[in-house]
């Protein structure tokens, strides 16, 4: 009678743990907290493979770390387990940014020239024209037949970015790295074999010439040494 009563036991024991774990509303996931993306809350979720009413302890986080990774747009994917109830995504999203244009499409860059979108072009970065794109794909690097100028190209860029400079295009024209600020600028780098210096030397004159009320023209810096200014004709 004993050994019954103690079966007994153990069995609700069991069965309790069973629906405490299983069926009890205690660790359905109630919150979910999506720190590094700008993308919409409910599309990182549906890719994390998060249903209404999951269960946390039954959530598997290397499935949706897996999933997540899948988008080129992050670089690592954490997701964290907070319990009875609470999962953290936290994401190091790549940023994008420059375009380059090649056959009509706009192939999207982050600064290391990693591939992160295709198509879905965003006019407020640098725009990259004239280089011949042999291979893009998402998550991977570009593969150019001009790879060491498009280096130079995302070093120039790099410095646009740290500036109040807006509107600027980058393009490769007969052998020569050319920046375009609208359509009043046009800065000549030749091959761009110490791009810091020649930028200093372009945004010095630069600057001076905007100060003195000059609305364009074209500085030559391919002599790193010294920026020569000429009105557009």
Known sequence: MRKLAQLILFSFII????????FSPLFIIDEVDVRG???????????AGLAPGQNLLFYR?????????????FRSVIITKEYPNRLLINIDSRQPFVNIYQG???????SSGLVIEINQPDETLVQLRGFTVTEASLGEPIVSTEAATLKKALDLANLVTQTTLSDCMISYEDSHLLLHIGDTWKIKFGSANQIEEQ???FKALYDQLVDQGTTGGVVDVTNASIAVFKPFE
Do not use: C, H, K, V
């Open 61 to 73: 986080t290397e499935t949706g770390i897996s999933n997540l990774l899948r988008d080129a747009r």
């Open 199 to 201: 930028f200093s030397a």
């Open 15 to 22: 069965f309790s743990l069973i629906y405490i774990i299983g």
């Open 104 to 110: 009509g499409n706009t192939i999207t860059l982050d």
């Open 37 to 47: 993306t700008d993308l919409p809350r409910e599309q990182i979720l549906e890719t």
